[in-house]
């Protein structure tokens, strides 16, 4: 089994102040860890890792999602659906207020 140090695994924070902004940036550096030292495994496997990485709340998140038979196994439903979740979590209008 393959190691990998917790220094170089991503993780989610979902209490940001600006989701999208914050999902974006944990995406990059997923796309560069299966890219780089991940790149061995199957789409399966990655989405996996994902959902380690993605962490207790995340995995709340995913279980609310309807899938079809074999979209598990895809790993841009997961960045899908996770998107649309920051979308729908992200409120400009406060964001601007508490900045100002």
Not at 38 to 64: A, F
């Amino acid at each position: 089994m393959e190691k990998i140090s917790s220094l170089n695994a991503p993780s989610r924070e979902w209490s940001s102040q600006d989701l999208p902004n914050a999902w974006k940036s944990f995406r990059h550096h997923v796309e560069f860890m299966f890219g780089g030292s991940l790149l061995s495994k199957n789409e399966e496997q990655e989405c996996n890792y994902l959902m380690i990485w993605v962490g207790e709340k995340g995995r709340d998140i995913y279980q609310t999602w309807s899938l079809a038979e074999g979209e598990e196994k895809k790993l841009k439903t997961y960045y899908d659906h996770f998107e649309i979740y920051v979308k729908l979590k992200s409120n400009k209008v406060f964001v601007h207020y508490k900045f100002h």
